[in-house]
């Protein structure tokens, strides 16, 4: 069985709340399209965060219509299988579930309930001629019981010992998760052995490092490396989704020979329409103060026309007021192609090494949960000795209350225009 392995697409990110990255993920999929024309894989998987957010825009969504489906009709005898991540809607996703299978295109959005009667395991069995493929999308808790149910299940079904692929998106224990960023929240991790046993191959998302686990010495190897069933992997992101993913990013090609048997993995690396540039691109250097960053942004422009930056400046520099202007008037003078984070990375901060043991975290799940901003707040209080939480309380309570007083004036606007439409029409 072969497959092509992908996962976090993104698609409409929206970085630095400036730039759009449709020409970026386009770029993606013409090499996506080239390299299954060239595989011929029986399926290609996409491991969850489809989509940058829940409720993505009616163009975002006309992309991943357009792309996929010149997909399938450029290949129409290659199945693909989407899973739902963090970042995506899983019921929106699964919706369309239907619509799709015409086209030997499998989305899976919502996860197994924690207690259901048999059967339900079909839903998440895709049956190919040369192997079985798991599709699980992102699921909150323990799915441990369902996930081995399905398993034994394909088990039962797999009489002729065809290879079996498991799709998840999730962070395990002993991943690399270099280039995302912690500052605020911690991804929860989960023991690889609570993902059940039977499968030769987990094809994951969510961490955006390409990697296999238990193998860090071959995550940017381009050869062909081949280990014993069964393997767990992230494919890594379709792009850079931020500065600090200074790494290769990569396509995974799996061929597997049979159940138990050998895994065959080869990366294709991706070529990014913009590379990410911290500058000074030496490792521990930072520019002194303004003159000389304003220099090397000139100098970088020059050098690279169409890529994202950020800046390394010296604590002790003393920047200008109107600084980010400068920096778009140059960017601006180079036809704009460049772009700029404005997020600086300030070098040699006093301070800043021995405070980071004290600095809260949550889980994303938590974050992604939480309604009231005072609890946050209330939370992450030791960060902000002179905050003054009964002051704090109070103004989100009259905040609240002159909230309730507008949609209380809407709500009896509404009632009004309801009655004046009822009594035009009697008349």
Partial sequence: MKILHTADLHLGQILYQNYERADEHQHFFQQLEQWCKEEQPDALLVSGDVFDIQQPSNTVKELFNTYFVHLQKQLPDMHIVITAGNHDSASRIHADRAVWTFSNTHLVGLAPSMDVPDGWQDDYIIELPNGFI?????????????????????????????????????????????????????????????????????????????QTIGHPEDCMTFDTVTYPAPIIRYSGSALHVSCDEAYP?????????????????????????????????????????????????????????????????????????NFNQKVYDILNSHGNKVRYNPRIIWMGQPGSEQNEENKPTFELVELQQMTDPVVFIEKTKDQYPRLDLTTLRDVFKEIEIEVSHIKEEAAKKRKMKNVNQDEDSNN
């Fill in 134 to 210: 798991i599709a699980m999308p992102y699921m909150i808790g323990d799915r441990s019981r369902q996930l081995q149910s399905i398993l034994n299940q394909v088990n039962e079904r797999n009489s002729d010992g065809k290879p079996v692929i498991m799709m998840g998106h999730l962070a395990v224990t002993g991943m690399d998760p270099t280039g995302h960023d912690f500052e605020i929240g911690k991804i929860k991790t989960q023991d690889a052995n609570s993902l059940g046993v039977g499968y030769d191959y987990l094809a994951l998302g969510h961490i955006h490092k390409p």
């Fill in 249 to 321: 990013h990569t396509v995974s090609v799996v061929e597997i020979d049979k159940h138990g048997g050998q895994v065959n993995l080869r990366q294709l690396r991706i070529d990014e329409l913009r590379h990410f540039y911290t500058l000074p691109e030496a490792a521990n250097a930072a520019f002194a103060d303004e003159a000389e960053t304003l220099q090397g942004i000139e100098e970088c422009c020059k050098k690279d026309e169409s890529c994202y930056i950020r800046l390394k400046i010296k604590h002790s520099a003393v920047l200008s007021s």
